[in-house]
């Protein structure tokens, strides 16, 4: 029996390699001779890094940049030397995870040390870069990340404005580089979600709030990202307001397109690609699958919507695990989702269900290798 494991992280809980071990030995207690295959998951949000890591020709690297308040940090990326490609986890220098809750203030954090991640691996000499964008604590519309490239950002008066989303109402020109040493350079931008740029499902009002934005903020961040769309039509004739995804990070997405010619791509289907799970479910006779919540969001460009369709193109029967399940799941059986378990064995706090996981993972992939076989 071959079975091929391919979750995402549990966030704030376990790794997609922790879930994996944890997978494996429950599989074993039902089969000890099944052949497991690990390919741990991300989709473009938290955890996007250390699954490239996994991948064996793929060296960490790591660099002196500044965090989303401007505070000395080191952030790490991986560099695959032999291909010249980069792998950039923007939350790694940008992301909410780096700030208390009391410091989250998106009319001030900045994508700059992300920018500098990637002036970087420019310097190094990259052909290719990848940058996955989710969990960020910005809503910059990525101008952080340009200006460590050179761009400037100026008001009426020809000031620069000052970091942050709440300046990006006075934003009144767009000035770009002489010198764009990036040029060549093959962009993919790993996006886990397709927001759009403005509006009731934009940036600022679906992902404000949690960065730390009042309501009154939102409306105020909204304003600032459609000044900014203004410009950037205006000043670089790039106008992506309404592509999917263009609203990721607080408008990162919109940016990197906009700035450095970047391909916004869903994350799930950079990270297919990146680690060859076509050809390991090839010959599966199972797929597993996994993340912490499965729900309505699941279907919106997340890990096992992207595995149940790679395994559903091979015939292999997807099964998915996760700490916790809500909704219809009807759309997800259509997509190729054999059947959803929640691993919780009962009703849980959350600090008992972080404490069990590992435990409770282990279990629920020994009852369905037990069903199975």
């Known amino acids: 029996m071959h079975i091929v494991l391919a979750p995402d992280s549990f966030k704030e809980c376990l790794s997609a390699q922790g879930v994996c071990d944890s997978l494996t030995r429950g599989i074993r207690r039902a089969v000890p001779d099944a052949i ?52 950039i986890e923007t939350a790694t220098a940008c992301g909410l995870e780096l700030l208390s809750v009391d410091e989250r203030n998106p009319l001030r954090t900045t994508t700059f040390g992300a920018g500098q991640m990637f002036a970087q691996t420019i310097a190094d000499g990259a052909q290719s870069v990848f940058l996955t964008i989710g969990g960020s604590a910005t809503n910059d519309g990525g101008t952080g990340f340009a200006r460590a490239m050179g761009y400037r950002f100026l008001d009426a008066d020809g000031k620069d404005l000052p970091d942050g989303g709440g ?103 950079v990270m297919i690609d990146a680690i060859q799970l076509e050809e ?43 700490g916790a399940v809500d909704g ?13 378990f929640s691993i919780s064995p009962g009703p849980r706090t959350l600090t008992e269900a972080y404490a069990a996981v590992e435990d409770d993972l282990a279990a629920a992939a020994e009852n369905v290798v037990r069903l199975i076989e």
């Open 36 to 87: 497991v295959t690990a390919a741990p998951m991300a989709d473009g949000g938290d955890g996007t890094l250390d699954a490239f890591l996994t991948l064996g020709s793929t060296e960490e690297r790591t660099v002196a940049v500044t965090d989303p308040l401007g505070r000395s940090i080191r952030a790490r990326y991986a560099w695959q030397p032999t291909a010249r490609e980069a792998f």
């Open 328 to 340: 219809d799941f009807s759309q997800l059986y259509s997509q190729g989702v054999t059947a959803v």
């Open 167 to 269: 300046a990006l109402q006075q934003l009144a020109k767009i000035v770009s580089p002489a010198e764009q040493p990036w040029k060549g350079c093959h962009i993919v931008i790993a996006c886990d979600v397709d927001n759009p740029l403005l509006g009731a499902n934009g940036a600022a009002a679906i992902f404000g709030p949690q960065k730390g934005a009042s309501p009154e903020e939102v409306t105020q961040l909204d304003a600032g990202l459609e000044n900014f769309a203004d410009c950037l039509a205006r000043d670089l004739d790039w106008d992506g307001r309404d592509t999917p995804g263009a609203g990721a990070a607080g408008g990162l997405g919109s940016g990197l397109m906009a700035f450095f010619g970047g391909r916004l791509l869903p994350g799930v289907e």
């Open 280 to 322: 390991k479910i090839g010959d599966a006779d199972l797929v597993i699958t996994g993340e912490g919540r499965t729900d309505g969001q699941t279907l919106r460009g997340k890990v096992c919507a992207g595995v149940a369709k790679s395994a559903a193109a091979h015939d292999v029967p997807c099964v998915i695990l996760s």
